[in-house]
């Protein structure tokens, strides 16, 4: 029997990090240097949103939080360990994000996957900087096991609804090479957005029909019928 893929699906130090998230959220504007950390993360993502990865710079995080320059230094080494924990924060956000879209379909059906890609791009355009930062970062720190970890329990995400669309709860090599399809795709659909470059060729896109067309076409001899 396919298992539905809910938000009860998240692991345990996920279900925390959105509780966490919730509840920062409904206090956002009222720091307080009790919790300096979140504090720092968050001033930290609105850089990483404004500038970019490569203009952020620990002394305007502190700033922007109103705390010292030697604040950050109670709780992160270095500029990197702090950018690290805005990508794992974004990584997170965007792997229950793909949870929550795809709960309102069943699986095996071209709707989740669909709904994955949707998603992604969007993920890519509200959060660009943070978009940039996560496989900019990631890619500079392969060594990390918290990205990989995270990096790779998306894919399997993905893997696991192409395996579900064939009918089966076992992931095979096929699956596998057609969720990269799927990822590849989505990847640079959303790069190309957010650089811009769709708005300077002569071409009328519509992102939710084409990630449909792409769903069917990747996926056209493994979706079960109704």
Same mark, same amino acid.
């Given at each position: 029997? $396919?298992?539905t893929l809910? $938000?009860?699906?998240l692991t345990r130090s996920e279900r925390q990090w959105i509780m966490k998230t919730d509840h920062k959220s409904a206090k956002r504007g009222s720091?307080?240097? +009790?919790?300096?950390?979140t504090q $720092? %993360? #968050?001033a930290a993502r609105v850089l990483v949103e404004e500038? +970019?990865? #490569?203009q952020f710079s620990v002394s305007e995080a502190c700033r922007l939080a109103g705390v010292s320059t030697a604040a950050p230094y109670k709780h992160f080494k270095n500029k990197e360990e702090m950018l690290q924990e805005v990508c794992l924060q974004g990584m997170h956000r965007q792997r229950a994000q793909m %949870? #929550?879209?795809?709960s309102p379909h069943a699986p095996g059906t071209l709707d989740r996957i669909v709904a994955l890609g949707r998603v992604y791009v969007r993920f890519a355009q509200e959060e660009p900087g943070v978009f940039r930062l996560m496989f900019g970062f990631?890619? #500079?720190n392969d060594d990390d096991e918290a990205l990989t970890e995270l990096g790779q329990g998306t894919f399997k995400l993905v893997q696991q609804e192409v395996a579900w669309c064939r009918g089966s709860d076992e992931i095979n090599d096929q699956d596998i090479q057609r969720a990269f399809l799927l990822w590849s795709f989505v990847h640079g659909l959303s790069f190309l957005r957010i650089d811009g470059k769709l708005s300077r060729v002569d071409l009328s896109i519509d992102v939710e029909s084409t990630l449909t067309e792409i769903a069917r076409r990747v996926l056209s001899d493994a979706v079960t019928p109704p």
């Open positions: 029997m $396919l298992e809910t $938000l009860t699906s720091y307080h240097h +009790g919790d300096l950390r $720092l %993360i #968050e500038k +970019g990865p #490569e %949870i #929550e879209e795809v990631a890619n #500079e």
